[in-house]
């Protein structure tokens, strides 16, 4: 059996995000972990960020215990160095400076660094980027405020993403702190496409325990839409008003094993002039709430665990079959009849 990234179809031709900006320094070499997949991350002298397999080609050692000199990695264990193409550029054993000997490169990967996340390619040289990676609006302006978090599930990251948009788990996972249940009939429309499931709320008022005065105090008509992008992008949007007021919560989630999600969560806010001093209470807030759904989804993790996986569905559930659709079509290497576009339209009851 190979790793995830051998065994994941096209799901692995994508960018994925391996740190944020502030954790790749010039100091040191940081490691990575992506789709079952050691990566080390350097940042070179002109400030760009170079990633590479973190494995040393000469004994395998990892490259992310060695150290960054000039634009190049150095490995512990014999002074191996490559570049940010992979090359070995120098063999200290070789010579009283050392010299570089082809045919000895690692593999390295294509990186964007935007927004404060370093995006890491991983489809491989046969399958070069095709696209950009999933966008991160930082809504710095107009009001707005926001900030990152980095959270490490113990579930798998097709679990993860469907929390992330399931609403209905609300009431029950978080009462008191999010959304209490209220007995609200709320229609919904779920589209899918090639590539993504959009969920509209079509209620202008929900619950939200204590922050209804908080983030609703004129009682605002309300949009409130969900949104699913492949391969693991998740984005939550409660808006009131105009933009008067809102948060906008964009996840991405990171396959580090089949069982561990390494999920990065972009937190919007914007809430009239109390915005800057919420802006602090909310980062506690959240995670908060992230807590409460990793210990919920790390028990359902122990459960899968025991195999046998059938699960059982209603109309409430058609978001959950849409994304999973997708997925699995991917993960098959997009062999057979696609998922094809749909919109179904679907109640809940909050």
């Given at each position: ?47 760009q960020v170079a990633a590479l397999r973190d494995r040393c080609s000469h004994r395998h050692m990892p490259l992310s215990f060695g150290k960054v ?177 809102g948060f906008v919560i964009i996840s991405t989630s990171v396959p580090v094993t089949p069982e561990l999600t390494r999920v990065y969560t972009l ?84």
């Open positions: 059996m190979g790793c995830m990234r051998e065994q994941c179809g096209t799901l692995k031709n994508h960018w994925y995000v391996a740190a944020q900006s502030g954790q790749v320094q010039r100091k040191a070499p940081l490691p990575s972990v992506i789709l079952e997949t050691r990566l080390v991350l350097f940042r070179q002298q002109d400030g000199e000039g634009d190049a990695v150095r490995c512990m264990y014999h002074g191996w160095s490559y570049d940010r193409t992979g090359e070995c550029v120098n063999v200290p054993s070789e010579g009283p400076c050392g010299k570089a000997f082809a045919g000895r490169a690692v593999e390295s990967f294509p990186v964007i660094e935007t927004k404060g996340l370093i995006w890491v390619w991983m489809g491989g040289p046969a399958n070069p980027p095709d696209k950009q990676p999933f966008e991160m609006p930082s809504m710095a302006d107009d009001g707005w405020r926001g900030f990152y978090m980095e959270n490490m599930f113990e579930a798998n990251v097709t679990n993860c993403v469907e929390n992330f948009i399931d609403v209905p788990h609300t009431v029950w996972v978080h009462p008191g702190w999010f959304r209490d249940r209220k007995g609200i009939k709320v229609p919904v429309s779920v589209e899918r496409t090639d590539h993504s499931v959009a969920l509209t709320y079509h209620t202008q008022e929900d619950s939200f325990g204590w922050g209804n005065w908080l983030f609703n105090p004129k009682k605002l008509p309300m949009v409130h839409t969900d949104r699913f992008v492949m391969p693991n992008n998740t984005r939550v949007d409660y808006i009131w008003g105009e933009q008067e007021r937190v919007n806010l914007k809430c009239g002039v109390l915005t800057p001093l919420l802006t602090w209470a909310m980062r506690w807030y959240a995670q908060k709430i992230i807590a409460q759904d990793y210990n919920m989804m790390a028990k359902q993790s122990r459960s899968l665990a025991d195999g046998d996986i059938h699960f059982r569905h209603t109309p409430a559930d058609t978001p959950h079959l849409f994304v999973e659709s997708l997925r699995h079509w991917a993960e098959q290497g997009e062999v057979g009849k696609a998922p094809t576009p749909a919109v179904k339209e679907i109640e809940i009851w909050l």
